[in-house]
Structure formats: structure tokens, C-alpha cells
């Protein structure tokens, strides 16, 4: 444990309270690597993702944040850039126009350590549970360093913490880690180039299939952000979207 801010929220402040309260349980915690890197890639249902699979993983994991935790204005601002710092979170501007050279050069130094970085695929958290389409940004850094994905299921962390809540409620939260996908292999049987987009496109929707997979809740062929934004604008669901049943 690198970060004795990490060890303190993990082993006191937080973690033992998150244990008693949700009773999280983790499966496949072999399929994580003892050492070295590894991309950790998860489906984002919750806020509290970035609590629940810390604390069931035996090693430190570094996430990218969003950049407005580390600028806010006022007391809440700066409690929420020394948290993220405290914790090893690493911001990241994803509006940016060198977005995807930011995630790569981020990702790069964490691997390059020796570490587990942590990504969402799908960019911002699912509107109802479903699995979204992925950005490729996690497929562009898994080629370019060789480093294999590991899958990462977050399930049951909506009922625990739903969008707009902040104080977890009373749910069980189940972690499910899946086999590690070695990125180059993928995409040669695949007859691709890596470093494609083609490439890139098929490895990222082979993920969120496997995350699919391992949560049994079914995918959606869109990105999440543009289905919340169809929602909050009081559009409903775009066509092809809609929840079954």
C-alpha cells in the first residue's frame, strides 16, 4: 500500500464501516495479478464504484477523476481535491480537446509504475443498470502498452448508492473479476492492426460484452451520456434504447 491516506480510508475511516454495512463480496480475485500492471476496467453504475472495488481489491488502484474535483471553488472544493488526492486519484479533463492524450500519457505513468489503473469504459455511470457502449480511450492505452484488461463487474453498487444519493443505503454490492483479455493476442486473432480504430472498436465492445457477461445485465448500443441526455431533457429514451419489459 504506497498511499498511507489510501491504507487510512481503506483499513479505518471508511472501508470497515462499507463491510459491515453492504457486506460486499468479491469472486475471481485470482484473476488479479499479484504484481505488475494491469487495466482494471469496470461498468460504472455508482458514485461509491470507486469505494466498493478499492476496498475488496488487495492492491492500491488508481483512477482517473474527473478534473472538476480538483478545481471546485469554496470549502467543498478543496475537501473534494484533497480526497482525490489523498487517495491517489489522478485528475483527468475529459472535455478536453487532447482528451485522449491526456488518458494515454495518465495511463502510461501508473502502468509504467508497475500499478493497477482503474477506468469506466463507459465514461459516466448507467442511467438504469444496463451495460453501455465503451470509449475506445481504454483500448488505445491497452495496445499501446501491451498490458492486459481485466474485466470488472460492479454489481448491486446502484442499489446501494442510486444517482443523487449521498449516504449509501443497506444493499449487498458483489464484485466479479473476469479473465484477463491480452489486448495484442485479441486483436491479431482478429486478423486487425493494432492501434487501428477498427482495432480499437472491436477490443472496447469485446469488454463491455464480457462485463455484460459477467453482471447478466444486458447491453445497450449507445453511449450512456447521450441516453441521460435524452432523459434529463425530457425526451425519454432515443429509439433503440428503451428498457425491455
Not at 481503506?10 to 495479478?33: A, C, H, T
Not at 493476442?185 to 455484460?212: C, I, N, P, Y
Not at 457477461?213 to 453511449?223: F, Q, S
Request: glycine residues 10%; hydrophobic residues 40%.
Amino acid at each position: 500500500m504506497k498511499n498511507n491516506w489510501y491504507w487510512f480510508f481503506k483499513y479505518v475511516l471508511v472501508g470497515p464501516f462499507l463491510r459491515v454495512y453492504n457486506r460486499p463480496k468479491i469472486d475471481g480475485k485470482e484473476n488479479i495479478p499479484a504484481e505488475g500492471p494491469a487495466i482494471m476496467a469496470s461498468n460504472h453504475q455508482a458514485v461509491m464504484d470507486s469505494f466498493y472495488f478499492p476496498l475488496l481489491c488487495p492492491r492500491q488502484l488508481t483512477f482517473p477523476a474527473k478534473a472538476e474535483y480538483f478545481t471546485s471553488p469554496g470549502l467543498k472544493g478543496k475537501f473534494q481535491k484533497w480526497f482525490f488526492t489523498s487517495v491517489g486519484q489522478v485528475p483527468l479533463d475529459r472535455t478536453a480537446d487532447n482528451a485522449m492524450d491526456s488518458l494515454m500519457n495518465t495511463a502510461k505513468s501508473v502502468l509504467g509504475r508497475g500499478d493497477l489503473f482503474g477506468i469506466y469504459p463507459e465514461g459516466s455511470r448507467s442511467p438504469d443498470g444496463r451495460i453501455y457502449k465503451g470509449k475506445t480511450g481504454m483500448a488505445y492505452v491497452a495496445m499501446e502498452t501491451g498490458v492486459r484488461i481485466i474485466p470488472v463487474a460492479m454489481i448491486g453498487s446502484r442499489n446501494a448508492n442510486p444517482i443523487g444519493s449521498w449516504f449509501p443505503r443497506p444493499a449487498k454490492v458483489r464484485v466479479k473479476i473476469g479473465t484477463p483479455i491480452d489486448p495484442l493476442k485479441f486483436v491479431a486473432d482478429k486478423g486487425l492492426e493494432a492501434g487501428s480504430h477498427e482495432a480499437a472498436r472491436q477490443l472496447t465492445d469485446h469488454v463491455m460484452f464480457t462485463l455484460a457477461d459477467l453482471t447478466g445485465e444486458p447491453y445497450v448500443d449507445a453511449y450512456s451520456k447521450d441516453v441521460k441526455d435524452s432523459l434529463e431533457a425530457g425526451h425519454g429514451f432515443p429509439k433503440g434504447t428503451e428498457p425491455r419489459g
